[in-house]
């Protein structure tokens, strides 16, 4: 076990997390009189918005996942580690964070915790064996090696069923991230693989929505929703509202309607987008604070200041805080950690907890592209779709992406894609497809982790079990 921060006399920040939350409020400290660690299990600062356009071949992962210590390189006061922070001790002011078996503690005066939030099956994880999430590089790329793997299969299938089945993609959940995809599967298939294949005709692949609801975009309100859903059904989306998935294989859904009834579809591609459930982290920390509770996805119920109850230096942002009004979007998590990086500095000039006023949220509105030329778009009380719409959400995804060369090469990606018709970003394997598979596997045999923690230079532990990111730099 190594230990950081030994002897260093500065102000001590550790941040946990290199998303949205994590990245801004380091970056807002850039000036300030302090030392900052900040720890993630992940390398990159992930861009979680353009997910899905590396999953339909649009965007490579370089574009909306830059390396978080080039991002930082010219901020002298920020250190970055690797690792998956597996502990949070608030009496001793300590964070241990794992990066294969190698425990690394890190002292703090000040913590930021910004572990955002997972997938949710809502008590069925073993979905996500076959309905991947929308989460992380990994879930991009396998969903774009699955979707275009069905494809290549459907061209070999012998049987009507077996090309049928792997015809048919189903997204579930109508959010803007189902929504998202399913137009950009079904643009795929008709515009960039049209005439590509010779026995398959891609444009008759089905795409199919299902929704638990009542509704398409339920948060942004019926004018919008209903915008969507009719565009997205001109392209031949199928919308399955008030329809609840009750199980999934590996060869399709099986769906509740609102009669009661049930029914099967047979779907070889399947993605889950359908609920958030908060890092595990939220839980630890509430517990190890004297009386912090966490609501129902298991974000941390925070107090006015974001900080937990006692403990005035330790703040919670973005997807981890539950704050009534504030909802887990990339500008909840910007602001909360504005605002922590903000008391940390008012702090460290003398200002008391006591004095700090409440943290406000500024809503900056909501948007989420159908298709392309089409959006739809909330600011405050005005509701728009269409061109102008999408205008408005490249010219936003564009300003918040890291780096001018991201933002160039972006835009080039978007050029090919929405004016031509082909994608740039095509590149799928089997093992994008097979990891999940291999690594559930290992992680289900302990003397096999063992091995392979051995394998890559490992020393011992008591659990050497490795997580999907662990194995990710091995
Ligand atoms: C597919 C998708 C589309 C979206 N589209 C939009 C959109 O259009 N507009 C919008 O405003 N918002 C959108 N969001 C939501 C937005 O991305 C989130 O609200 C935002 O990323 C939250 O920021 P965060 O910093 O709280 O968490 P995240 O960005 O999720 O970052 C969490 C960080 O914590 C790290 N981490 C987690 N656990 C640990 C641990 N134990 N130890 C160390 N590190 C850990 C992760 O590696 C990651 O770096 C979308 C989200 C998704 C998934």
Known sequence: MSTQSVGKQRHQVVVIGSGFGGLFGTQHLRNADVDITLISKTSTHLFQPLLYQVATGILSTGEIAPATRLVLRKQDNAQVLLGDVIDVDLANKQVTSRLLNRDTVTAFDSLIVATGAQQSYFGNDHFATWAPGMKTIDDALEL????????????????REDRERL?????????P?????AGQIAELADRTLDGTFRTIDPRDARVILIEGTGAVLGPMGPKLGNKAAKQLEKMGVEIQLNTLVTDVDAHGVVVKDPDGGTRRIEATCKVWSAGVQASPLGKMIAERSEGTEVDRAGRVVVE??????????????GDLM????????????????????????AGLGGQSPADRKPFKYFNKGSMATVSRFNAVC???????????????????????LVGYRNRI????GWFVSFLGRNRGQMAATEQWVFARLAIEEVNS?????????????APPAENNRLTKEQREFG
């Open 177 to 181: 991230t189902g929504v998202e995809l």
């Open 144 to 159: 774009r090696a699955r979707i275009l793997g069905a494809f290549e299969q459907a061209e070999v299938a012998e049987t």
């Open 304 to 317: 006015p200041d974001l900080t937990v109850k006692g403990h005035p230096n330790v703040f919670v942002v």
């Open 409 to 412: 090469v972006t835009v080039i």
């Open 167 to 175: 015809m048919t993609f189903i997204v579930v959940g109508a959010g």
């Open 378 to 400: 909330q600011v405050g009380k005005l509701e728009f779709g269409g061109f102008i719409a999408w205008l408005a959400w490249l010219a936003l995804h564009l300003y918040y």
């Open 445 to 457: 045999d302990q003397s096999e982790a063992d091995e392979l923690a051995a394998h890559l230079g």
């Open 322 to 345: 539950s704050v009534p009004g504030v909802p887990g979007q990339a500008q909840g998590a910007i602001q909360g950690a504005t605002y922590a990086a903000k008391a940390i500095k």
